[in-house]
């Protein structure tokens, strides 16, 4: 089974109200005095992003698609670019932004495992613009 990759043809997500969150491992183990002691819960690392993309009409479009049949209304995860890495400058420890050979800026390349969280997709319209947000959960 191959996974689903996001579409590049959707713009990166907007930094506003970009937010992340990991999800709690421990489990609180309460004792009959003094305060809760803890234990793991779970080793898997999983994290929510709550994500918004400005999209033309065309994009909308290309982004439902994904959504209803690439990934079946969101039950399929997929791969898609990390809003805080993918694509940034990299730089030297010295600070000084590195270059590919031809003078090229070097950027980096990060992707993410994800799934649809629980806050499905929900969109806003102003003038031709439409604003979707929605969840993703950050697989180990």
Same mark, same amino acid.
């Given at each position: #089974?191959?996974?689903?990759?996001?579409?590049?043809? $959707?713009?990166?997500?907007?930094? /506003?109200?970009?937010?992340?969150?990991?999800?709690? $491992?421990?489990?609180? /183990?309460?004792?009959?005095?003094?305060?809760?002691?803890?234990?793991?819960? +779970?080793?898997?690392?999983? &994290?929510? #992003?709550?994500?918004?993309?400005?999209?033309?009409?065309?994009? &909308?479009?290309?982004? =439902?698609?994904?959504?209803?049949?690439?990934?079946?209304?969101?039950?399929?995860?997929? =791969? #898609?670019?990390?809003?805080? &890495?993918?694509?940034?400058?990299?730089?030297?420890?010295?600070?000084?932004? $590195?270059?590919?050979?031809?003078?090229?800026?070097?950027?980096?390349?990060?992707?993410?495992?994800?799934?649809?969280? +629980?806050?499905?997709? +929900?969109?806003?319209?102003?003038?031709?613009?439409?604003?979707? +947000?929605? &969840?993703?959960?950050?697989?180990?």
């Amino acid at each position: #089974m191959s996974v689903a990759i996001w579409p590049t043809d $959707l713009p990166r997500p907007l930094r /506003r109200p970009y937010s992340a969150q990991p999800h709690d $491992l421990r489990r609180a /183990r309460q004792g009959s005095y003094g305060p809760p002691s803890y234990e793991r819960a +779970s080793s898997a690392r999983i &994290r929510d #992003m709550a994500l918004s993309l400005a999209l033309d009409p065309v994009q &909308r479009d290309l982004f =439902w698609h994904f959504f209803e049949d690439i990934v079946q209304d969101g039950i399929k995860p997929f =791969w #898609m670019p990390d809003p805080t &890495r993918d694509g940034w400058q990299l730089y030297a420890p010295d600070g000084a932004a $590195l270059q590919t050979p031809d003078g090229q800026p070097l950027e980096r390349s990060a992707r993410l495992l994800c799934i649809f969280g +629980s806050e499905l997709p +929900s969109e806003t319209l102003q003038g031709q613009t439409f604003t979707l +947000s929605f &969840r993703v959960v950050v697989l180990p």
